[in-house]
C-alpha cells in the first residue's frame, strides 16, 4: 500500500471511533503533461502550511497565472478551521490571522475599485467567537492579512454559509 492509502485508513478508524482528525489539506500544483511524448504528473508542494477553501483574486486571474491564494488555515490537529491564511504560490511565503476560540468562514476576496495588481483589497469572512456565543463579519487587507474592522453580530451565524462577491 502506498502512505496515501495508509492514511486514508488511519483517518478512516479514527473517525469511526470519534477520535480527531486533521483533515486540510495542503496547497499543491500537479503538473500534466500536454505532450503525447512526455508521461507522468508531477506534484509541487506549493507551502508547508494547511489550507482549506481556497480562493484567489477571480476577477483579475481566472484562468491566468496567478500568485496569491486565500483560505481556512487549521493550527491546532483536530479542531475546526481556525485561521485564514494567505500563500503567495511562487515564493511559499504567507501570513496569518488567527485570534483564540475563533473559527473563520470561507474568505472571500474582494478587488479595491481601480485595482492595479493582484490582491490588491479586502479579506472578508464570517467569523464565529466561541468564547462569546456570536459572530462578526471579519474585514482584513488582503495583501496582509491586518485587521481593517469588524462588524459584530449579536448572535452565531451557522458554519456552513458561503459567499461570492459579484460586482
Excluded at 490571522?97 to 479586502?122: I, K, M, R
Aim: proline share 7%; hydrophobic share 40%.
Amino acid at each position: 500500500e502506498s502512505i496515501e492509502q495508509e492514511k486514508e485508513i488511519l483517518v478512516s478508524k479514527a473517525l469511526s471511533v470519534g477520535e480527531p482528525v486533521d483533515a486540510v489539506g495542503s496547497l499543491s500544483r500537479y503538473v500534466i503533461p500536454l505532450s503525447t511524448t512526455t508521461s507522468g504528473v508531477q506534484k509541487h508542494q506549493i507551502a508547508d502550511s494547511s489550507i482549506e477553501l481556497p480562493r484567489i483574486d477571480y476577477g483579475r486571474v481566472v484562468g491566468h497565472p496567478y500568485r496569491m491564494v486565500w483560505g481556512t488555515g487549521n493550527r491546532q490537529l483536530g479542531n475546526f478551521f481556525d485561521s485564514l491564511v494567505r500563500v503567495d504560490v511562487e515564493t511559499g511565503e504567507g501570513a496569518v490571522w488567527a485570534e483564540p476560540d475563533c473559527y473563520p468562514g470561507v474568505p472571500v476576496f474582494v478587488a479595491a475599485p481601480g485595482a492595479s495588481d493582484e490582491g490588491e483589497g479586502l479579506l472578508l469572512s464570517v467569523v464565529l467567537d466561541a468564547r462569546r456565543n456570536t459572530s462578526f463579519l471579519l474585514i482584513l487587507d488582503a495583501s496582509s492579512l491586518t485587521e481593517i474592522a469588524r462588524a459584530e453580530c449579536p448572535h452565531p451565524i451557522p458554519f456552513g454559509f458561503h459567499g461570492n462577491f459579484v460586482h
